[in-house]
């Protein structure tokens, strides 16, 4: 198997290199063959090459079985006047590879309850599963800049709705059936659209799935009041980057929370949904297991390599069990380093 | 003073008139003459009249001291192919008053942490007030719609962010001295205007406040981790909608939350935060203190009545501490009814 390692910036390279020891360890294990293979994006790529997706990375990326990516960004190029931006290359490579469903799991570990500001007894049973659209919306809608205005265009097909709700509701007959879509139905045209699209794509393709809808300003707040009741999510691209990121906090730390980008084949993207973390790069003390876990999602919906997936997912489980924290899950207590981390998954 | 009072749908009308109670009681103790003129607003005038914000409804609230609205809203007009929804006066109430800045105070009450999913310690002290841009961004701009795509446009003036970021900013003289300016500047050109603006009004204008700027999607995480390091925040029209639907879980409930929308002038329009909840309307268990709450925020900010308000926020503080709950704050215990809360305000 092929696998493009996109380290990027920040901590990337720290954290991709401990997913990819562990690939190694479950290729060894399991008499898989992997071959890695390095190229650049984000900010290691603007220094390089001054573009932040190098057409080389593109091409590696889209011949290969499937790509990991630690993250890009930080403050050396945070200039919003700069001619590119890190963000750009990540952007680019969704909407290249037309990855248009992000998958983010979020299943508190019992383990990791401390860490999170929830209620403990509202997380017992929390198993959910976001699907982010992530290739339209007001992400890649036309920009416009004057010396006083400025504006975002959001847009969304029926096309780009249906395809992914879909996805969603493929994935919630393999869990609980129950698909919720989030939008603000009430004020935009687009989550009109969207929730017209959703409630016909359920009753013509999907009568076994029981469809609700919710309002993305009531769903941030249920999500926290009861979390439980979630099995898969289904949203649009601005509301999924902001939900997932609250939901981060049932799981306890942002540090554990893996995800999966996925198109029509089987290649697919996979990525901490964490940022760089540039306050803490290059100090070794970065929370491997979201990258760890994102490779285990690799071996599943890429390479079809399920036991191994369970397999790299019950070590991190096991490390947990056992109080393997970094800092951000142990912030008062005893922090392992990121090679700690990586070597009790191992 | 001329009190302009719009119940609304749901239970609108229940809490509405729990506050002009209130108000009444103080303006009795207080010796002010409170003079109350009810007007028709979102589904119920659409039922009246066809229009969700008749011209009488807007050119009483146009020539009144002060507004007091309920909620709008509910199944009975949410076909999306209605020609014209209950929200739609709600947004046009906004925009044709000026009302650019909405205030959103959240300040957990000691009293009603227990209903709050997030763990008590991180609570203590938490003191923030949300300022969300009420006339601009995605909500008002040009909406398309074909048979197969629908658009909505974000946009932002220089103009717009900058009397919002003052309004923040002198709110912030007042509190701590900080102000947190979020938005999506790695991804949104509207919020990289955002984000300039903001910086430049407070170099000039505002040494003096100490500005820090945050994505919203980390916003979203941070206000759950770290609640406490909040004072003033500032944000576009949508991420305020969702960011303090979702800051409200600090306060224990929606029920909780007042606010204040206001323009250039005094005369503002005051509601609470949450929906007209149609599931429990008519029934007299709605909590009545985000409303009566509201309308201490209405003493304060359009009439100057800064003891009244006062002593409305203490008795429902008092409320509080004596533990009258209504369902949403005591769904295991003892609830008190609609009227039960507001005779002990009273
Ligand atoms: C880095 C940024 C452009 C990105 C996004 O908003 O999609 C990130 O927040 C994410 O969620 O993957
Ligand atoms: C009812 C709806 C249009 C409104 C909004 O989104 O502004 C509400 O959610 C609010 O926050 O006041």
Known sequence: FDIVVLPGDGIGPEITAAAVDVLHAVGARHDRDFRFH??????AAIDATGEA???ATLDAAQRADAVLLGAVGGPKWSDPKAPVQPEQGLLAIRKAMGLYANLRPVAPHPAALGASPI???????????VVRELTGGVYFGEKTRTATTASDLCEYSVAEIERVVRRACTLARTRRGKVTSVDKANVLE????????????????FPDITLEHQLVDSMAMHLLSR??????VVTENMFGDILTDEASMLAGSLGLLPSAS????????YEPIHGSAPDIAGRGIANPYATILSAALL??????????ARCIEDAVSAALDAGVFTADL?????AVSTREATAAVL
Chains 1, 2 share one sequence.
């Open 190 to 205: 687009t989550s009109r659209l969207w929730r017209e699209t959703a409630t016909r794509v359920v009753a013509d393709e």
């Open 227 to 232: 979390p439980r009741d979630y099995d898969v």
């Open 53 to 55: 997706l190098p057409a």
């Open 299 to 308: 071996l599943r919906h890429s390479l079809g390599l399920e036991q191994e």
């Open 119 to 129: 209620k403990p007894h509202l997380l017992n049973g929390v198993d959910m599963i």
């Open 330 to 334: 142990a912030p008062q207590g005893q």
């Open 262 to 269: 996925l198109g029509e084949g089987r290649a697919g993207l």
């Open 38 to 43: 390095r190229h650049l994006i984000g900010g």
